[in-house]
Structures are given as C-alpha cells and as structure tokens.
C-alpha cells in the first residue's frame, strides 16, 4: 500500500491505523449507527492511488463517490464507480476499494434490517 504526499494525507493515514486493528479482529463497527440511531454518515478525502485494504462492516454500506471514480472489489467481483453512482455493500460483506485517482468519499451505514422498512 502506498500514501501519496498530499495534504490529505493524514486523513487516510488515520484510517489505515484503524484498518490494520479490525483487520484482526474481523468487522469494522466504528462507523455503525449508534443506539437510537438508524443511519450515520461518513466523507472522506483521498488521495490519488489510495487504497483501503479488505474489510466488512456491521452495518449495511451506501458507498458513492461526489468526485474520482473509485475501484470496489468484493469476492470476485469489481465495480468501476464513477461520481454519483453507488454501491450496496451488505452488512458484513469483506470488500476493497481502490482509488486510481482523487476521491470524495461518501458513505451511508444504514443498521441491519433498516432498508425493508424504507
């Protein structure tokens, strides 16, 4: 994995710390909603060739990018996801994602069972 010198840069960095601990203990629930909450957001910023290593988390994942076109890879499967298309990615699904150039992330964690009532 390579970090690109950008003033981003720690943003991503702070997220591959975090990354290498959930790696060894399986599902990543940092970002899951918390009691009381149905659905929690997150944006983040990267850097050309960035990568987030193989991961699940706990809740279900609305993943879209407002700027760069970003790499998901899940199983044997690979989207090209281009700016304001996204990606479902199922509560405890290990997937990647890689970016070939600057990203604006953008994600929805939705609890589990939350979208049959949507």
Same mark, same amino acid.
């Given at each position: 994995? +390579?970090?690109?010198? #950008?003033?981003?840069? /720690?943003?991503?960095?702070a997220?591959? @710390? +975090?990354?290498?601990?959930?790696?060894r #203990?399986?599902?990543? @629930?940092?970002?899951?909603?918390?009691?009381?909450?149905?659905i929690?957001t997150?944006?983040y910023?990267?850097p050309?060739?960035?990568?987030?290593?193989? #991961?699940? #988390?706990?809740s279900?994942?609305?993943?879209y990018?407002t700027r760069?076109?970003m790499?998901?890879s899940?199983?044997?499967?690979?989207w090209?996801? /281009? /700016?304001?298309?996204a990606?479902?990615?199922?509560a405890?699904?290990r997937? @990647?994602? @890689?970016?070939?150039?600057?990203v604006s992330m953008r994600?929805?964690?939705?609890? /589990?069972?939350l979208?049959? +009532?949507?």
């Amino acid at each position: 994995m +390579r970090l690109v010198s #950008h003033p981003i840069a /720690p943003v991503a960095a702070a997220l591959l @710390r +975090r990354n290498i601990s959930f790696m060894r #203990h399986g599902t990543l @629930r940092d970002y899951d909603p918390g009691v009381g909450v149905s659905i929690a957001t997150l944006a983040y910023e990267y850097p050309a060739g960035y990568e987030i290593p193989e #991961h699940a #988390h706990g809740s279900n994942q609305l993943i879209y990018a407002t700027r760069g076109v970003m790499e998901i890879s899940a199983g044997k499967n690979l989207w090209l996801t /281009p /700016p304001h298309l996204a990606v479902w990615i199922p509560a405890g699904t290990r997937h @990647r994602i @890689r970016m070939p150039h600057a990203v604006s992330m953008r994600t929805l964690y939705l609890k /589990p069972g939350l979208q049959r +009532r949507l």
